[in-house]
């Protein structure tokens, strides 16, 4: 195990109140934050690392992520060998740890042999909460194949495959079951048309009401709960009503629908910089004019689903859902958030709702004793200025994440 760490002389970001605490040290040992206080007894050995009146905050979660999508040509990351597609996701789960995520919610692709590498430090990135794949129609969101002669499972175990395919009950409740023994924290379906899909437009309804009845009984008979892909007003509904609890996208949401959400107690993930940067990259990319016409049909109504959710007190988590190439824009999401939300918001939504979400409230996205040790260190007051968090780490000169030192600029070497 590592040294303990004293971290002195900084501020302590508190996300439920929004505020800065001064005046507080926090020590961590064995992965852990031993103590939070003013006077603070250190074991023997302890590295003290002075922040000089810089803050210190929880670690980032991104409730919403595909860390096998390594390129956005889709079917050819589910091609790729299971060991190529197995590094490139370390890579991609590095790059997110650089950026001060210490925790990613993977959404389709990514098994619970890569939380496992990271758990065992064969990988140096974010904790991992996986699903294993997205359940989708034949003919669905994540039905990638390019023919229908293509059997339904085709590829579907490989780590770059986001979907499996699942018509039936039956056949869900089995894949449900599978899942869960593999390893998945919830279960994720794709409910409604999408935009980087060929074969579905976003007004489409997929799923029947006893597919979907079914999944989330499996769900809640093992402690978990169904995660729906939504846009439309109709399909968020719906789920509402038959009890999905995480709400991906929710770009096209009604009042009426928040408001219900809210009071079910659900938790919305908008992913508004996956719109933003389709739109920035989609003709260098080659969308033709049906693809720009359904980015442009979420990218519009997503600001104003932002007001609508937080309006009826409807909780959102931070999420990304950008793929391939597209990552680079990871933290762009933070400053459109920032048209509507304020920072205290977005960094609420970003360490303890993602940490309810994540099942993991208490032992994450805070500082607390007895949380894991995910801190960072960040040069100035992201609650004044949240464009801190905006860069690709820049602005972080310490990021721990279980007690690990992924980065630090501040220890003499």
């Known amino acids: 195990m590592t040294q303990p760490t004293l971290f002195t002389g900084g501020r302590v970001l508190d996300p439920h109140s929004g505020t800065l605490l001064d005046g507080l040290s926090v020590l961590v040992a064995d992965g852990r934050i031993r103590a939070v206080g003013a006077d603070i007894a ?14 210190l905050m929880p670690g980032l979660i991104d409730c919403h992520v595909h860390v096998g999508a390594w390129s956005l040509d889709l079917w050819g990351n589910m091609t790729a060998p299971a060991s190529l597609a197995a590094l490139r996701a370390a890579k991609v789960m590095e790059e997110a740890l650089g950026r001060g995520f210490t925790t990613l919610r993977d959404l389709g692709g990514a098994d619970a042999g890569l939380a496992r590498a990271v758990e065992d430090g064969l990988i140096d990135g974010p904790r991992l909460i996986v699903c294993g794949k997205g359940l989708t129609v034949t003919g669905g969101h994540a039905d990638l194949r390019k023919s229908a002669d293509n059997r339904p499972g085709l590829l579907s175990e490989r780590v770059g495959s986001m979907g499996l395919i699942v018509d039936g009950v039956d056949n869900v409740r089995e894949a449900c079951r599978t899942m869960i023994k593999e390893g998945a924290k919830f279960i994720k379906v794709m409910a409604n048309g999408g935009v980087s899909s060929p074969n579905d437009p976003i007004h489409s309804i997929q799923y029947s009401r006893d597919e979907i009845a079914a999944m989330v ?46 009071e079910k107690g659900c938790i919305a993930v908008p992913t508004l910089v996956a719109y933003e940067a389709l739109a920035l990259e989609g003709e260098a990319l080659g969308l033709g004019a049906a693809e720009f016409a359904k980015i442009e049909t979420v990218r519009q109504g997503g600001l104003a689903s932002l007001e609508i959710m937080r309006d009826a007190g409807l909780k959102m988590a ?96």
Do not use: W
């Open 42 to 55: 250190a074991p023997e050995g302890t590295v003290e690392i002075p922040l000089s009146g810089r803050t």
């Open 217 to 262: 009984e499996e769900a809640e008979n093992a402690g978990l709960y169904v995660s729906a892909h939504l846009y439309t007003d109709r399909a968020i509904a719906r789920c509402v009503e038959l009890g999905v609890h995480s709400l991906e996208h929710c770009n096209l949401i009604a009042p009426e629908t928040a408001r219900k959400a809210a």
């Open 318 to 413: 931070f999420g990304s859902d950008l793929l391939g190439e597209l990552r680079k824009y990871h933290c762009m999401e933070f400053e459109i958030l920032a048209r509507v939300l304020t920072p205290a918001e977005i960094i609420r939504s970003a360490t303890v709702i993602g940490a309810e979400l994540c099942q993991m409230a208490g032992e994450i996205g805070v500082i607390a004793e007895g949380a894991a040790a995910d801190l960072l260190v960040i040069d100035g007051d992201p609650l004044s200025d949240i464009s801190l968090l905006a860069g690709d780490g820049e602005h972080m000169p310490v990021i721990m994440m279980g007690g690990r030192m992924a980065k630090d600029t501040l220890t003499p070497t």
